[in-house]
């Protein structure tokens, strides 16, 4: 299966300490403040959405609903959609965590 990933640049040295310090995080709301710290809310916002909308994507919601509960464009939708299908597995792993913890995603919902 042909990965979407062209590029490695970022595979370095500050996204692996990122990524350490996300695992260090303990509960929602110390990720919260530490996202929040982290991304502006216009970014963190986005994040929400694309989140949603993988979760969406995967309930084989339509990208017409989706667009309208997240305000993404429908080529983010496609782009996140790509992803969910041939990237690095990273949305199926935590779409298939979260569902012994969620039975599903309230489409009515938008994340913000």
């Given amino acids: 299966m042909k990965r979407l990933n062209a590029s490695n640049k970022w595979n370095n040295r500050q996204t692996s300490e990122l990524a350490r310090a996300i695992l260090a995080l303990r509960t929602v709301a110390e990720a919260k403040k530490f996202l929040r710290d982290l991304l ?4 963190l916002m986005e994040f929400g959405n694309r989140w949603l909308a993988a979760r969406l994507l995967a309930q084989n919601v339509s990208y ?3 667009r ?7 080529a ?3 782009r996140i959609s790509a992803w ?6 990273g949305y199926r792993l935590m779409l298939k965590r979260q569902s012994h ?4 995603v309230p489409v009515g919902k938008r994340l913000c």
């Fill in 40 to 43: 502006t809310e216009d970014e």
């Fill in 101 to 104: 913890h969620h039975s599903s």
């Fill in 84 to 89: 969910l299908k041939t990237g690095l597995g």
């Fill in 68 to 74: 309208g509960k997240t305000g993404l464009s429908s």
């Fill in 76 to 78: 983010t939708i496609a």
């Fill in 64 to 66: 017409s609903t989706i």
